[in-house]
């Protein structure tokens, strides 16, 4: 009798007990946090996207490859997003423009006095020539190489439009290029005289991005007008 006394009661205890252990939790679990000395995540986040959205650096214009390192002259000129890899050499008054691409990663690649090579144009050399030539790319001096041209182990004579071991005073023309016929004599004084023209236009260029661009300076200027740190 005693026993089945004691649990009634401690039953009845029990269920007396349990709504106020309800309120009790509920009012644990629903409590507010409390503050953190730490900066939110989404603080560090917005730091990290701002430092992305202001990186105005930029792709790489020269690539050293082992012990070689492009050799770019005092006065030549290579615009910003061309890249010079490996065994390369730009001479003076020489300019690689917007997009082109000179891999020396196999053999060299030499770009002539007053030689130009246009935009996106790609310019490689094998690590040998089944032809028993030089592998090596050489644009001599004075010659122009249209945009969007492929040459890959090959040699232009001086005074030259672009062309596959092309001999001073011929028009070759077709893919593959085929000779056309004998230049006039008119035609031959012209040639140097465009790469003169595109060496002028060269300076424009060359007084902006060398030996650094000076682009960042606006966008210094620009962080600083929206009162974004430096």
Request: with cysteine.
């Amino acid at each position: 009798m005693a026993a089945a006394s004691l649990s009634r009661l401690s039953r009845r205890a029990s269920a007396a007990a349990a709504p106020s252990l309800r309120r009790i939790l509920s009012s644990t679990a629903t409590a507010p946090a409390a503050p953190s000395s730490s900066p939110p995540p989404v603080a560090a986040a917005a730091a990290g996207a701002d430092r992305v959205r202001w990186d105005y650096r930029g792709q790489r214009q020269l690539v050293p490859l082992g012990q070689w390192l492009p050799k770019v002259a005092v006065d030549a000129y290579v615009a910003p997003d061309a890249v010079l890899a490996g065994q390369v050499t730009v001479h003076d008054g020489a300019s690689v423009w917007s997009g082109s691409v000179l891999r020396g990663d196999l053999n060299k690649i030499t770009l002539g006095f007053c030689a130009n090579v246009q935009e996106r144009s790609v310019l490689h050399a094998a690590w040998s020539a089944s032809t028993g030539l030089p592998a090596e790319t050489l644009v001599d001096r004075y010659v122009t190489v249209g945009a969007y041209c492929l040459l890959r182990s090959c040699t232009i004579e001086p005074e030259c439009i672009i062309g596959r071991r092309i001999p001073t005073g011929e028009l070759w023309a077709g893919n593959p290029a085929r000779f056309v016929r004998k230049l006039t004599n008119e035609e031959i004084m012209e040639i140097p005289k465009l790469a003169v023209a595109i060496n002028d236009l060269m300076q424009s260029h060359f007084s902006e991005f060398l030996p650094y661009s000076n682009a960042y300076l606006e966008v210094e200027k620009l962080k600083k007008s929206f009162s974004i740190p430096l």
